[in-house]
């Protein structure tokens, strides 16, 4: 890739911006200039790229004509007032937030998933990254679903805190050093105790007694597979853990696939780090193998006892690597190489 491209990245200082610049540097991203920006709160502070030290600059303020690649790593507001000025000035944005992947004129992509779908950015010079849970989960179960169909999907997700962003890092941080020196606790970002504990409710729900969260995973993964027909029973649940979703999945296939034949497929497909020899205590886990890693990590393969087409699997992955940073990289290794 010899393109150079000059590239903004908006909310360069979270948890996920941070990460989308150390992920450009290790993978050689064709960058030209870069140009890290945030909020008025953040404007002057420093971040590092590729062993420079480069001034945040104030969002509000950027001209965004000056580059032909916007990242969005901030949140849905942000993303509501100026990725549509960015993509109006001439440059590509590729959102990470929630605020276009409903939007069905917008391409909704996992490169190892549905990378042809790119094409479509055209309508609004926008891109939306699916919610990590959505990434992972199809990057896991895709070779299965092109190989034998998939009927029905039973997901429970167990999801980090940084899900939440570096507020919910904060939060976990500080209630578990107060919790271990018998402090008071407070709640900011959860209503109620994270710390040593799991909430069975991620985003508010809705009328028909799912989440926000859970039903994005269905409505995202029926927009990428372009196919309302797959049935997904969702339940999301945040867990004590710092970085790394995990996700319990029952599945049920068209035409019969045994376990051995799905380690065998999903141990040549792309994205995929198989962890499965079929003993004790070989399984992936988010904090000891999932956490910076660059894959989707899959293990407990077994048949559903309970069905005779199903499968049962355990994946894992770094929500803010993979789930977010690193699949807008790969987006946009994809456009810059075949579209820009």
Not at 106 to 111: F, G, Q, S, T
Request: glycine letters at 8%; charged letters at 20%; a negative charge.
């Amino acid at each position: 890739m010899s393109k150079q491209v000059d590239i903004a990245i908006v909310g360069v200082t979270g948890a996920v911006g941070e990460v989308m610049l150390e992920i450009l540097e290790q993978r050689d991203f064709p960058v030209g200039t870069i140009y890290p920006l945030a909020s008025a709160n953040s404007a002057g502070k420093r971040v590092e790229f590729r062993g420079k030290s480069l001034v945040v600059r104030e969002l509000a303020d950027f001209d965004f004509s000056q580059v032909q690649l916007a990242l969005f790593c901030a949140g849905e507001t942000v993303a509501a007032e100026y990725a549509p000025r960015a993509a109006a000035a001439g440059c590509v944005v590729i959102d990470n937030s929630a605020r276009f992947r409903g939007d069905a004129s917008v391409p909704l992509v996992i490169p190892e998933v549905n990378p042809r779908a790119i094409a479509g950015y055209t309508a609004h010079n926008i891109i939306a990254s699916p919610d990590a849970t959505t990434v992972q989960l199809w990057v896991a179960l895709k070779p299965i679903y092109d190989t034998v169909g998939i009927e029905r999907l039973n997901v429970a997700t167990y999801q980090a805190v940084s899900g939440s962003g570096k507020a919910g890092v904060q939060e976990l941080a500080g209630q578990t050093a107060n919790l271990l020196n018998a402090q008071p606790l407070k709640n900011r970002v959860y209503d109620r105790q994270i710390a040593f504990n799991a909430l069975a409710q991620i985003e508010a729900v809705e009328e028909n007694g799912y989440t926000r969260g859970e039903m994005n995973l269905v409505r995202e993964s029926h927009k990428i597979l372009a196919s309302e027909t797959l049935a997904i029973n969702p339940t999301a649940v945040r867990v004590p853990v710092f970085y790394g979703h995990g996700m319990a999945v029952h599945l049920e296939t068209r035409d019969k696939l045994g376990a051995r034949q799905a380690r065998a497929l999903l141990e040549e497909a792309p994205g995929i780090t198989l962890m499965d020899e079929g003993r004790e205590h070989s399984y992936p886990s988010a904090v000891t193998d999932a956490a910076n890693a660059n894959t989707v990590l899959v293990g407990r393969i077994r048949e559903d006892i309970s069905h005779p087409r199903g499968l049962d699997l355990w994946i894992v992955s770094d929500n803010v690597r993979k789930g977010a940073a690193l699949n807008s990289v790969q987006v946009a290794e994809i456009l810059v190489k075949e579209y820009l």
